[in-house]
């Protein structure tokens, strides 16, 4: 069983379009994140949701929406994708406060073309 | 600042050998380590974690120290083994839901 799933696992777009990556998480959890890791491997957080509401949002450009339906999803919406939004987005999950260990997805490996 | 560094960006070692990886905080309230590994291809999975109530702790080839004090904190891999190639993140926590992490090491062990 996936705890943390997300998908697409593989997306490749065209510069100006609008996508979606969607992420669910079985663990019970309520926490969940989005990280960005680029090229040269650096893990930042973009947001994080503490049942369903936004906790976190950090500087990310407003053409990135989360949205939280329940606290076992968190999907990423992007508008407008540009070439420096291409990157492996994680979506991931944690119990909740005081240092929580974070389990992550398997990764939506995006190209922006 | 909620920054984490972390040294050396890669580290090359003989298969047998020991690894150490080093990281620094900068906020002396965070109190969550945890210390990831990420293989190729792969999402970052947790190998190790301390609180900053524990000074060190250990799970068979690999350990962590702290020194709240300093505010760096340290992960040692013992008898390297081909297997432990990957990238390395350190992360400390911020408040109660941010996790931060390291730019990350490469680790490389040679057969």
């Known amino acids: 069983d996936t705890a943390v799933s997300q998908t697409p696992k593989y997306l490749v777009t065209q510069m100006g379009n609008d996508k979606s990556i969607k992420c669910e998480q079985n663990?019970?959890?309520?926490?969940m994140y989005w990280y960005k890791q680029d090229s040269k491997k650096f893990l930042k957080i973009m947001f994080s949701?503490?049942?369903?509401?936004?906790?976190i949002n950090e500087t990310v450009p407003n053409r990135f929406s989360p949205k939280s339906p329940d606290k076992a999803h968190l999907n990423l919406h992007i508008n407008s994708l540009e070439l420096g939004d291409s990157a492996v987005y994680f979506c991931?999950?944690?119990?909740?406060?005081?240092?929580?260990?974070?389990?992550f997805g398997e990764g939506s490996w995006l190209t922006v073309v | 600042g909620e920054n984490v560094e972390q040294h050396p960006s890669t580290l090359s070692v003989q298969e047998g050998d020991s690894a150490v990886i080093k990281c620094t905080y900068s906020?002396?309230?965070?109190?969550?380590f945890p210390w990831y590994k990420q293989e190729l291809g792969k999402r970052p999975q947790l190998i190790i974690d301390?609180?900053?109530?524990?000074g060190e702790k250990k799970d068979q080839r690999i350990a962590v120290t702290l020194n709240k004090t300093a505010k760096h904190f340290s992960l040692h891999i013992t008898e390297t083994q081909p297997e432990d190639s990957a990238v390395y993140f350190c992360?400390?926590?911020?408040?109660?839901?941010?996790?931060?992490f390291g730019a990350g090491t490469t680790v490389t062990v040679r057969a």
């Open positions: 991931a999950s944690s119990p909740g406060t005081g240092g929580s260990t974070i389990y």
């Open positions: 663990l019970g959890h309520d926490t």
């Open positions: 949701y503490n049942n369903k509401e936004l906790i």
């Open positions: 906020d002396s309230a965070s109190n969550y």
């Open positions: 301390i609180r900053s109530n524990v």
């Open positions: 992360a400390a926590s911020f408040g109660d839901y941010k996790l931060s």
